[in-house]
Each structure stands twice: as structure tokens, then as C-alpha cells.
């Protein structure tokens, strides 16, 4: 019942920005002093199926995210921007989650989740941006309840390189699971293409509750040096974490390092990325590299996406503090080639049919229990994007 | 044994000196099976030998050769009791 009343709150977000789209056709020139507010938002809905040695796995389900602007100028010199991004994946995937072999982070029933991606908070993001320009600078602070915090590159789900493909990387909790940090402070300084931030954020993961806010004290710090210029993003950065994970009492570190390549327009694109990432745990480190790609012409798209990571699986749990029983790392490595084929756009969005299959090479201290396993993904995507509405 | 979502069927379980104990996983989960109930001492290395099981899987301890008692529990699930057992081999 509740994931049905997830769909029909889906079928709501579809239609919102169409709402919005109809609204910005009659718009007239804004000032830029006006507050503009702009709507975007994406959702999957398919049948995954995890092929396994021992039990197949299936679920219809949705992947879905909903993100709202509302931004004004004050002068030439200065900025306002609150963000505020929904999903509604709290009712559109089981509380356990999507099913994805190798897939680890964060909890359920106390457990740690092996095999499962959790579903992501009701509540995304939800803060404010102030930027000012001061000569050739721009000095920018950032305030969120819920927010990313200055680590990792962009959050899979934004990134153009991994635009179609519903799946989560399985190197999300090396890379960006940041994105979803219960309490960020961050000051940032951009200059010459050249942007440097440092904040303080709360560092331990959103827990099982995935409708309420779980700001708490901001215990953790990350900084990120990045570079843009025209197509390219270039990235170095890390984080000391307090604590990140609901079922150990230990605190962590993270470093990645990331480059990607957007260029193109709505027709006609190529996007990819490579990242690093580590984490610096007390049971040793686990690293992460990942290349993807999507490649648009027309109405099609060919997505990509290879990972190589250090899962800590064999001996995942609850460790009190005391316990330091050696861990076992099992190094995986996964394959998926996708494709998606837009069939009805709009102006109030566009609708696509996809499919990808994951295939998977298995360390041997897993082959046992996992064989030669494979995933595969039939999907309706949807996009809509409306802008610049002008707030009377 | 049985493991499901509720936890391991029987928790108690008396075998004879020579036998093996096959734990079944018909969970949606990943679960592990450890010897002792402390991980920085484990204890009865034959139930560690069941190991980490995915959904579907089963696999034996290895064979009890003396007479005593085995606690396990479930390293995924360390502090709930209903994933913490006992062996009795006479």
C-alpha cells in the first residue's frame, strides 16, 4: 500500500514540472533582482533482475529525484540561491532497498545492507547559497539542513556521464554519498576557473528513518580544490568523518580524486568521468576507481560504466569498540553497458525506454557464494525541467 | 538451522560427537556465521566454517570431534538475540 501511494506521489512529481513548463510558457522578462525559480526532476521506473547463484532476486521499482531552485540577485555583485531536492524513493523501493549485487552502505533493521542499495532520504537537500563577487573572486557560503558536503565529485544522480543509468555506483559510499550530509557549513573562494572549499558537516550516514531530518553536530571537515574550464572538472579532495557508519564506532577518512568531460547540447553529447576514491577505515583501506560515460545522438543514448572496489563484505557488522578481528577485502569489479531511446518529448519533459545488463568479475573469496552473478535493468525514463519562472 | 529474517531456527540445537550442523539461509539477506559470542575471541572454529551465506545458500560446519558446548553468532547481526545460538555436542 505504501509504495503504491509512492507511485501516485510519482506520477505527481512527473506532472509537476509539466505544471511548471505551462506556467514559464507565458513568463514575461524578469529583472534580475525578480526571484526566479526553476524545477527539475527525474525518475526511473523498471523491473530489475539480480541474477545470483543460489536465489534470484527481482523487484519493480522506481529510482526518482525532484529538485527545486529559487534564486534571485541582489545588484551585479551578489547571489541568493535555496535549494531544496526531494525523492521518493522512501515509498517507491522496499525499506531494503534496490537489489544490486556487491552493493554495501548504510543500514537496515541494524544489519549493514550487502546487496542492497538503500533507498535515499525523503528530504535530499535543503539550504541556501550565498555568493558575492569581490574583484576578479567570488567568495560563496553555503548553508544546508541537508546538503553535500565538500567531498567527492559530482553526486552520480547529476552528473551527465551517469544521467541514464538508474543504478548507484557500487563506488557511491567511496566516492559521493556525501550528498545527502544532515548539517553543512561550507566557504568556498573561486577565482580564475580555480575553486577552493572547506566546510564542516555532520558526518554519520542518514539512518533507517528515511523521512525525517537527522541534522546533529557538525563533527566532520572536507575540503575539495577544483577546476573548470569550458568542458573539463577537475577535483582533489578529502574529508576526516566522525563516525560515518550507523554499525561501527569508529571514525574514517576519505580522499578522491575526479575528472570529467561534458561537452555538446540536448541532441547531440558526450560525457564521461574517472574517479578515485579511498576510505581510510580503522580495518584498513578500501579504494574505489570508476570510468563511465554516456554518449547521446538524437533520441538515443549509450551509457557505460566500469568500477573496480574494495568491498569489505565477508566481515561487515556491528564492531564495538575493542573488536579488531582482521577484515577480509574482496576486490569486485563490474561492467554495465546501457542503452536508452527517448520515445515522447515535450515541452514539459521527455519519456525513454532503456535497458542495461551489469556483468561481474567475483574475487575468489566470494566465487562460493556468488558465482557468476549479473543484473539486469528494463526501464521508463522520465526528465522534466522547467526554469526561470518569475516570482511576482 | 534455518536462518530467516526473524532470526535462526532452533537457536538450540544437541548433536552427536562426529556429526555436522547445515545452516540454510531462506533470508532476503547476507548473514555470517561465527563461533563464540565475542568476535575478538572466536571460539568453536567448526561453526566458523559455515561462514558468510547469501540467500539460498547452505553450508556445513565442520565436525564436531569433542564433547561441549558451542555458542555462534551472527556477525551481521551481533547484538540481536535472536541471531545467537548454541551447539551442544554429547
Not at chain 1, 47 to 73: A, C, G, H, I, V
Not at chain 1, 128 to 146: C, D, F, H, K
Not at chain 1, 167 to 194: K, Y
Not at chain 1, 230 to 245: C, K, M, N, R, V
Request: proline share 6%; net charge negative.
Amino acid at each position: 500500500m505504501r509504495r503504491v501511494a509512492g507511485l501516485v506521489l510519482l506520477l505527481q512529481v512527473v506532472l509537476a514540472p509539466a505544471a511548471v513548463a505551462q506556467d514559464a510558457a507565458h513568463q514575461h522578462d524578469t529583472a534580475s533582482s525578480a526571484w526566479q525559480w526553476s524545477l527539475e526532476g527525474n525518475a526511473f521506473f523498471g523491473y530489475n533482475y539480480q541474477y545470483r547463484k543460489f536465489t534470484d532476486f527481482d523487484e519493480w521499482e522506481s529510482q526518482n529525484w525532484l529538485m527545486t531552485t529559487l534564486s534571485r540577485s541582489f545588484g551585479s555583485a551578489s547571489q541568493l540561491r535555496i535549494d531544496a531536492m526531494f525523492s521518493f524513493e522512501p515509498f517507491t523501493l522496499r525499506d531494503i532497498g534496490s537489489p544490486q549485487v556487491f552493493q554495501t552502505g548504510e543500514t537496515y533493521q541494524g544489519a549493514p545492507l550487502i546487496d542492497y542499495q538503500h533507498p535515499h532520504d525523503l528530504i535530499m537537500n535543503l539550504g541556501a547559497e550565498y555568493s558575492r563577487s569581490l574583484g576578479a573572486a567570488t567568495i560563496v557560503v553555503e548553508g544546508y539542513l541537508v546538503g553535500p558536503a565538500p567531498i567527492g565529485p559530482p553526486v552520480f544522480m547529476h552528473r551527465p556521464s551517469a544521467a541514464e543509468n538508474p543504478q548507484a555506483p557500487l563506488s557511491h559510499h567511496n566516492l559521493d554519498a556525501t550528498h545527502i550530509t544532515p548539517g553543512v557549513i561550507t566557504v568556498g573562494v573561486e577565482r580564475a576557473g580555480f575553486t577552493f572549499e572547506a566546510g564542516a558537516f555532520h558526518g554519520r550516514e542518514p539512518d533507517e528513518d528515511r523521512l525525517d531530518l537527522d541534522t546533529a553536530a557538525l563533527d566532520s571537515y572536507g575540503a575539495r580544490l577544483s577546476w573548470a574550464d569550458g568542458a573539463w572538472y577537475l577535483q582533489i579532495s578529502a574529508a576526516d568523518l566522525e563516525t560515518p557508519e550507523t554499525n561501527s564506532p569508529y571514525d574514517a577518512s576519505r580522499i578522491t580524486a575526479s575528472v570529467s568531460y561534458f561537452k555538446g547540447d540536448s541532441n547531440r553529447s558526450i560525457a564521461w568521468m574517472a574517479a578515485f576514491g579511498q576510505n581510510r577505515e580503522v580495518f584498513g583501506n578500501l579504494e574505489a576507481y570508476l570510468v563511465e560515460g554516456t554518449l547521446r545522438f538524437s533520441k538515443n543514448a549509450l551509457y557505460l560504466r566500469a568500477e573496480s572496489v574494495e568491498k569489505d563484505i565477508l566481515d561487515a557488522g556491528f564492531h564495538p569498540i575493542g573488536i579488531n578481528h582482521a577484515h577480509r577485502p574482496s576486490l569486485v569489479s563490474a561492467l554495465t553497458v546501457g542503452y536508452v531511446r527517448d520515445v515522447i518529448s515535450k515541452a514539459w519533459g521527455t519519456f525513454g525506454l532503456g535497458a542495461d545488463v551489469t556483468g561481474y568479475i567475483v574475487p575468489d573469496n566470494l566465487k562460493e557464494s556468488y558465482g557468476s552473478p549479473a543484473s539486469f535493468h528494463f526501464f521508463v525514463r522520465y526528465r522534466g525541467r522547467a526554469g526561470a519562472v518569475h516570482i511576482h | 538451522m534455518t536462518i530467516t529474517g526473524a532470526g535462526m531456527t532452533p537457536l538450540e540445537i544437541t548433536i552427536s560427537i562426529g556429526q555436522r550442523v547445515t545452516f540454510v539461509n531462506n533470508d532476503t539477506r547476507a548473514h555470517d556465521l561465527v563461533g563464540g559470542v565475542d568476535p575478538n575471541n572466536p571460539d568453536c572454529p567448526e561453526i566458523t566454517q559455515a561462514g558468510f551465506l547469501t540467500p539460498g545458500q547452505s553450508r556445513d560446519t565442520g565436525v564436531f570431534i569433542t564433547p561441549r558446548r558451542c555458542e555462534y553468532h551472527d556477525h551481521t547481526m551481533l547484538s540481536v538475540p535472536a541471531f545467537q545460538g548454541r551447539i551442544i555436542i554429547r
